[in-house]
Each structure stands twice: as structure tokens, then as C-alpha cells.
């Protein structure tokens, strides 16, 4: 930071030193050429006067600061005190043919001559005769150096502005380094108090969050253990009646399937509490893939067959053949889950219907039951982790109460909005809305209206 308000503070005090300089030599060029010219024309006057007294002999007493060119009417030159004198006819000079016209003329052209650029002054005598001063340009030149120790100045100037640029920088920069957010009032500058404040907010905020991740994050390890400890309860208990040989032999069996049902639900719980904890460990995970949510949804609907049969329940695809981007096995969960619930909480004889259709920008997927529904007081708690509607009756089905838990954070991962309608006692429809990928990720496939029953 440092760096860059010295460099930025240095460039416009370099800059404006610049500018002035520029103009300054400029001004003063063109004052020296102003002040030539000037010069030029009063000794011509004094040269023309002294000329028509004592003619060409006073010409060249004249001194030679000044090349001096007598002309004639007719262009040709009568004397000139530099050499060799020009042969070329002088009308043909744009100073001489605007005097001859105008009275006098100036100009600033490559002598002839000396081959160098030259300021010329002619001037119409009384005689009608030109009489011509001229000045090489250098000359001018040569009079900005008497202003050179200007320039030794501006250099001077230009190491100062680094020294104070790189002080200016560090005195802004102070300030901000010796903020102390924690103690706003040991702050001195006004200009810092809106930063300080947005600063604090935004401490407030973040302290606000973690203590809500950490509130969050106990009640999971907290509902963890006890949904661990309920059926490792059971089991003990079971397996120590068996052990002690207290249980009669004709209820062995019983106890054993009872050993067995707790543990299957223990494995499934443990499952359910993984798959959560690996889509919390955000931005880790397999590579996605353009995914087939129909085939997909057909796939989880017939390894649901067995389970559906038990109660009587009518499974129903329907939709179209639509891809999304995502993880495969984590969309197969989430359409496994939400099937799974729609037969667990449905009534004997009835129906689960999985359909995939798509909008001009979404994939949706929408699983609907006929089941008992969810109250509307519960309908906005179900996705959170371990909430039942009716705990005993959900632990008795097999659910560990993360199903749609999974649902909910498996939709965050794959960008898509999940939505709940539910009437009690006729049914619950559950919608996935997928952001519909881009034509360039998507393969050529065609899409099929299709329909398909399995009971
Ligand atoms: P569980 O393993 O208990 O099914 P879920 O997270 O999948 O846990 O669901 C949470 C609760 O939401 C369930 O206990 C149940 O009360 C209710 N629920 C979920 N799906 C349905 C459904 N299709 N019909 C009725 N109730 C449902």
C-alpha cells in the first residue's frame, strides 16, 4: 500500500513538474525568438537610415553579430557580408517578396548559404531596395541556456517530491496499521471512523455466525449421541438378558431379530451421519458428471420394488429424459430418499409418483405420494437433522431422521432449490428445481417422452 501511494503521489508531483517545465522553457523560447526578431528589426532600421546617409560603406562597417544582405529591385544581391555571396535571384525568399509587397517580413527557413535554419528580417528601403538581417537559429538556442539553471532546480525539486512522496505514503499508511478495531475510541482520525465501524459490524457478524455453527454443530453431536445410544441401549440389553440365560428358549429367536433390527438401524444411522459430514466438507467430492435424472430415478424406483410390494404400492416414472451436472451416487441418494419416504409414510395400496420434466432454464424432479402428508406446522422443520414428525413411528419404519437432510444439503451441493407441499392425510410432494446445464457441457442426446409403470 505504501508502495502505491508513493508511487501515485510521486507521478503527479512528477507530472506537474513536467507540465511546468514544458511550459516554462516554452514561454521562454518564445520570448527569446520575440525579443530576436525585435532586435533584428531595430538595427535594420538604424542600418537602413545609416545605409541611405552613407551607403553600402557604412554596411560594412557594421559588425558581423548579424548577417546583413543589401538587394536590389530586381531580387539581385548588392552586398552581403557573409560568404560566398549568393548568386540565386533573393525575390524568389519569402521574407524579401513579402517586404518588396509589404514593407517588411520575417521568416524562419534553411540558408542557402550556411545550410542551417535561420531567422530572417527584410525590410523595403526608401529607395525601394531590401535590406536584410538574419540570425541563425542556434543563436536562440544558445539564449536558453542562460535559463539552464532552472532545469538544475526542477531536478532538485524532483528528488524532494520522492522524499516527501514516500513520507506523505507512510503517514497515511500509519494510521490504518495502528488501528485498533477493539478500542475504537484510541482512534484520532475522524476520516477512519466509518471504516472502523464497517469493520466492527462485520466482526459482530462473523462472531455471530461461528457461535451459531458451534450452537449447531453441539445439538448435532449432542442428538448424535443419544441416536447412537438408543439402539446400542437395546442391544446391550437384549445381549445381556441372552447371556445371563434368562430368556426362555422359545424366545431366543425373537431377542436375536431384535439384536439384529437395532443393529441394521445403528449401521444406517452411522451411514446417513457420514454421507452428512462428507457434503459438509465443502468443495471436496468426485468430479461431475452429466447425469440421466430419469434413467437414474427408474433405477432407485426398481430397486424399491421389493419394499413397495410389501405394502401394495403402486411405483409410477414419468417425465423425459433430462440430464443435469452432478455426482451420481449423491443424486441417487437423494431420489432413493425421497422414494424411501413416500412408501415408508404412504398407505397400504398406494401410490409414488417420480416424474422429470424440464422448464426453458431448470431440470425438475418431483416425487409425490399418497401417503398421511405432513402437518403444516412441521413442514419447514422435516429437512433439518434428526426432526421427525412422529419419532416412534418414524424409528419403528427404520428412519434415522437425516433422510431429508441429506436431501436438502445434497440440493445446496448441486445448486438446486428444494420445495415441499404436503396435505395431511392425502399426500406429500417433494421438487427438486436443477439449474439446466449449459448446451456446451451437455451431450447430444435426445430427449423421449416416455411413461413408465412398475408395480
Ligand atoms: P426419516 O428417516 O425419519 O424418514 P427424514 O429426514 O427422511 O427422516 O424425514 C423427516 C421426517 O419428515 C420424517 O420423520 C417424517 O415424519 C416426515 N416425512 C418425510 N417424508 C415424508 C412423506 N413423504 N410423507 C410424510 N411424512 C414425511
Known sequence: MIKTIFRNTFLVGLSVLLVCGLLFFGLQYKQTMDETYKALQQEAVYAEKGLMIGGQEYLSKLGDENRITWIDKAGSIIYDNATPVPTTNQKDCSEVKSAIEDGEAQSIRKSETSGVQTMYYARRCEDGTILRLSRPLSAVRYALYAVSPVLWVLVLVIMISVVLSFRVAKQIVRPINELDIDHPESNTYPELSPLISKIREQKLLIQEEVSQREALRREFSANVSHELKTPLTSISGFAELMSKGVVPPEKVQEFSSDIYKESQRLMMLIEDIIKLSKLDEEGIGPERENVDLYELSAEVLDSLKPTASKTNIKLEMKGEHMEVSGVYQLLSEMVYNLCDNAIKYNRPGGKVEVDVHSTDDKVILSVSDTGIGIPKAHQKRVFERFY??????SKEIGGTGLGLSIVKHGAQFHNAEVSLESELGEGTKI????????????????????????E
Open 431 to 454: 421438487t427438486l428445481e436443477f439449474p439446466k446445464p449449459s448446451p456446451v457441457a451437455k451431450e447430444a442426446e435426445p430427449s423421449s417422452e416416455e411413461t413408465k409403470t412398475e
Open 388 to 393: 421427525r414428525v412422529d419419532k416412534s413411528h
